[in-house]
């Protein structure tokens, strides 16, 4: 591990996310989360679609490739598992990586490709200048749904977990500790790891989180988890989680109890079986299908943090130990063993 | 079929004859057996100077009613009053037909959709067409009656005795062939008695009963061959292998990002096999991911390709446009099939050519190259290797159907005869000063990649400054930029082969004003062609760009007639390429190889 500051990860690039974007955070917590991991910017790929977090890679002084719309994961994985000495991230936002990017996503996580995603959530298209996306909350007004969006949004961590994710973290734009630790854990995991980044879109979707981002209402309305630390959260750290299940239907849900309840929940982010995980991701996650807080009586909290965190056999090292295995055994290696082998004759 | 055609083409090609074959199958896996649909065929020419897999056979093997009307009305066979008439019967009139009678029952007559019992007289068979009715399943069954196999596996055998007897009227050596069949079943041990036993009565049985038909003598063409050593190959498995040796040669990682399609699977198959080479195929979640994985593979350093078909040509343009501005190396192989959207899978044709030299958005050039037989896949596709490491360009490889399914003889090459490789890299000085813009004096930019200290850049599909390698919207600099893009792979005009017109031979030049134009798979059939006809062939490999002479070969010949397995595509290009140029066009598009016979008629009465 190389000893390094975040500003050896700038780039000498202008950046030009608009003032009071979260992608500006995000940037910083990346240059801090690189320099606190401590590999060298020479063997560091950033890979990224199209969209305001896809330029990303432009400001930081690894090697980067801005690539089209969508694919950054399929570039990422050539790049990843041609290369696994690299540590390659991968930038991408919620329409970047849930509608066009969207198969590249659920199999670079099937496969668990060793990549570190970044993925932007501002339930809002921003630099084609504000349409819905996948993410944005059903009813909600745009330039390209006048009249209210009749679709159901996507919950990323919900399509992360349906697609067997070994690793997933969400965070906010304001929250920098949460988000710089977010970032190193998921480099440190082996496999793919989704960093849900919830972040502001200043122009288009001003407040889109403010349920958490406003910092009087955070405490009460989210939860950083902590692998082996009880959950408890609220201004007075007086509200705990546990779960309950329902007696007539037996489907188990979030409860929030008093702190000193025996029943407050200790966080297993490397429990293999992600039922507890699904139901911590989804907190507060109705409010994706609602346009305004107003009515939502729901007090449970939004869960931040590594919620998942679990060890599988990545695909880029499964690739290159058969390759290795095959090559251990094989009589032939070159062209000219190979085409020794071939039923041949002499004219 | 397909293992019976196979094992008779290897065996000829073994024996020192050239060979060209074609598989012709229907798109279904398991299409109904005995239905017309359902008639799976294999087509091989062998001899001295071959060059097709020949228009109409000499000898046909029908296993069944189905195949014997196919065979007989060809395109027609579904026209209910339909007879034997020579322009669309796959045989000529002096043909051997060979025919299992016992596939010829009244239920084997009606799934094929005959009104009469008699099959013959129905179809109007010529007498001069020397029928031997063979029953095939009795004779395959009776040698087999001691080996205690079950009737299923017996009647698999019955292709054997067929092979038997059609080794027998060619005049082929049975010990040769024993030893083909005991290398295919190697895997299979058990199997090979029982199928030599077969394929030996089938010999036997040929000589014993003396059948009253005349052996076929074939040329002996050993005297043709550059000295070496030869094998039979198909050409997806060529293809294959070409990106192998370059990938070695280069001192490159093989990287495949490929999704599977008709007919371009085996491309796929052969490099997952081929693990002891090194090289790492990724069978992606579609065509899109196929291409962008080989993308991200040559960003970071890699020999990156991808295989696919039109379809999937389409799904790919643009990451390729991405390539392009990007200018990463990236072979791209096309095995061309009958369009558009599905059209037909398992069918040939050329249709693919203005998508893989226009079709992408933006100012968008590539290098096109076009293998033309089945054995010189491997070196386009080692040459298209080449070019791209080169030239830092994408490079698409367009075969077809006919040469990736079809087999030809093949001299192996020893690695070290082939063309050196020189990737493009990086000097030294531009350690800490490294941009992607920055390019060497023939217009190639230099190439670093991730791992490598002090070349950290930032690589973009949007436009880049001519000078910093970022991102720029400056409207001269785009035009600079659009013209150094074009200008790149036009240079690569001056590192290849000038075209070469096939002169006419044997017969008196009796058309010297006349050149045939072809590209890719056409080659073979255009070469016959002219042969027939005593006039030129340029026959084109490098497409674009164009060889440096082809204006000063084609102004040369007074009647320029362009024929391919399209409405007129080359065509259209070469007038784009030369104004003025007059051309005419022979084109079908039937999803089938060209008919030597019908060009020749063509070119010389006009008609068909």
């Not at chain 1, 198969?103 to 570190?116: A, K």
């Not at chain 2, 026209?79 to 669309?88: G, V």
């Not at chain 2, 490999?541 to 007074?558: M, W």
Request: charged letters at 20%; one cysteine or more.
């Amino acid at each position: 591990m190389l000893s390094m500051e975040a500003s050896d990860f700038k780039s000498d690039q202008y950046v030009r996310f608009c003032p009071g974007c979260g992608d500006h955070a995000i940037c910083m917590a990346l240059q801090k989360a690189m320099a606190q991991i401590g590999i060298a910017p020479h063997n560091i790929a950033v890979i990224s679609g199209i969209g305001c977090s896809s330029r990303m890679p432009h400001y930081l002084s690894a090697y980067g490739f801005n690539t089209i719309h969508g694919r950054g994961g399929a570039v990422a994985t050539g790049v990843k598992t041609s290369h696994p000495e690299l540590t390659v991230w991968q930038m991408s936002g919620d329409g970047d990586c849930l509608a066009i990017g969207g198969n590249h996503f659920i199999h670079e996580i099937r496969r668990n490709v060793d990549l570190n995603v970044c993925m932007f959530n501002n339930r809002i298209y921003g630099l084609t200048k504000g349409q819905y996306s996948p993410t944005s909350a059903k009813g909600f007004v745009s330039k390209s749904s006048p009249f209210g969006t009749v679709e159901r949004p996507f919950i990323p961590a919900e399509l992360v977990l349906g697609a067997r994710g070994t690793f997933f973290a969400r965070t906010l734009d304001v929250d920098m500790p949460t988000t710089v630790d977010c970032l190193v854990a998921a480099k440190q995991h082996k496999g793919c790891s989704i960093v849900e980044c919830l972040v502001n879109c200043v122009i288009f979707n001003n407040g889109t989180h403010a349920w958490i981002a406003d910092r009087e209402q955070r405490a009460e309305h989210s939860i950083v988890l902590k692998h082996g630390e009880k959950m408890i959260f609220g201004k007075d750290k007086d509200k705990g989680l546990a779960v309950e299940i329902d007696p007539q239907t037996f489907v188990p849900r979030m409860i929030v109890v008093p702190a000193d309840d025996p029943r407050v929940l200790v966080h297993d982010a490397h429990q293999s079986d992600p039922t507890l995980h699904r139901l911590l991701a989804l907190m507060g996650q109705n409010r994706v299908e609602r346009v305004s807080d107003e009515g939502i009586t729901d007090e449970l909290p939004i869960a931040l943090g590594v919620i998942r965190d679990v060890e599988a056999e990545t695909y880029d090292e499964a690739v290159n130990k058969q390759i290795a295995e095959v090559r251990e055994k094989a009589k032939a290696k070159t062209f000219d063993e190979l085409t020794a082998t071939l039923e041949q004759w002499t004219m | 079929m397909q293992l019976t055609g196979n094992l008779f083409a290897q065996l000829g090609a073994e024996l020192g004859h050239e060979i060209s074959t074609l598989p012709d199958f229907p798109a279904e896996i398991r299409a109904p057996q005995g239905t017309l649909g359902g008639v799976s065929g294999f087509q091989v020419e062998l001899g001295a100077e071959v060059y097709t897999p020949g228009d109409k056979a000499d000898v046909i093997v029908a296993m069944n009613a189905a195949a014997l009307k196919v065979c007989t009305l060809g395109s027609h066979f579904n026209h209910p009053q339909a007879q034997f008439d020579e322009e669309y019967a796959l045989y000529h009139r002096n043909a051997i037909v060979i025919v299992d009678t016992d596939a010829l029952t009244d239920k084997d007559l009606e799934k094929a959709l005959y009104r009469t019992d008699n099959p013959f007289t129905e179809l109007g068979i010529p007498e001069s067409v020397q029928i031997v009715p063979v029953a095939l399943t009795t004779l395959t069954k009776e040698a087999l009656k001691e080996s205690g196999m079950d009737n299923k596996s017996m009647l698999k055998s019955r292709n054997m005795f067929a092979l038997g007897l059609v080794c027998w009227l060619f005049d082929q050596p049975m010990d040769k062939a024993i030893h083909l069949l005991e290398d295919k079943f190697k895997k299979k041990p058990a199997l090979v008695a029982p199928n030599t036993k077969v394929m030996v009565d089938g010999y036997n049985y040929g000589q014993n009963l003396a059948l009253s038909v005349n052996r076929i003598t074939l040329d002996n063409p050993e005297s043709q061959q550059q000295p070496g050593q030869y094998t039979s190959i198909a050409g997806n498995k060529a293809t294959a292998w070409g990106l192998i040796a370059a990938a070695e040669k280069a001192g490159k990682h093989l990287f495949l990002g490929s999704y599977p399609i008709t007919p371009a699977t085996d491309i796929l198959h052969e490099l997952a096999a081929r693990k002891d080479m090194n090289v790492m195929a990724v069978q992606a979640e579609d065509e899109i991911a196929g291409v962008c994985t080989a993308i991200g593979a040559a960003f970071a350093g890699d020999l990156a390709c991808t295989s696919t078909s039109g379809p999937g040509l389409s799904l790919k343009s643009e990451a390729i446009g991405l390539a392009v501005m990007a200018e990463l190396p990236l072979v791209v192989i096309d095995v061309q099939r009958g369009g558009p959207s599905t059209g037909l899978p398992t069918k040939t044709e050329q249709t693919d050519l203005m998508q893989a030299i226009y079709g992408r958005n933006g100012e968008c050039p590539a290098v096109v190259l076009a293998a033309s037989s089945s054995a010189n896949c491997f070196d386009f596709a080692y040459e298209a290797c080449k070019i791209a490491l080169e030239n830092m360009t994408p490079v698409i490889l367009l075969t077809d159907t006919y040469l990736a399914n079809g087999t030809a003889l093949w001299r192996i090459p020893k690695l070290a005869e082939l063309p050196e490789i020189k990737p493009q890299s990086v000097p030294e000085e531009l350690k800490g000063k490294y941009n992607p813009a920055l390019r060497d004096e023939r217009g190639v930019r230099y190439w670093a990649f991730p791992g490598m200290e002090g070349y950290q850049h930032r690589n973009i599909g949007l436009e880049r400054d001519a000078e910093r390698g970022t991102i720029s919207t400056n409207p001269e600099n785009h035009e600079q930029m659009v013209r150094a893009r074009q200008h790149k792979v036009a240079q690569v005009a001056e590192r290849i082969p000038e075209l070469k017109v096939i002169k006419a031979k044997g017969k008196a030049a009796a058309a010297k004003d006349v050149l045939l134009v072809g590209w890719g798979s056409t080659e073979g059939h255009l070469h016959a062609a002219a042969n027939e006809l005593g006039c030129d062939l340029a026959h084109f490999n490098y497409i674009h760009p164009l060889p440096k002479n082809t204006e000063q070969v084609l102004r040369q010949y007074k009647r320029i007639i362009v024929c391919e397995l399209n409405t007129g595509q080359f065509a259209g290009y070469l007038r784009s390429q030369i104004p003025g140029l007059s051309i005419e066009q022979y084109n079908e598009i039937q999803g089938q190889p060209f008919a030597v016979e019908r060009i020749v008629n063509y070119v010389k009465y006009g008609s068909k």
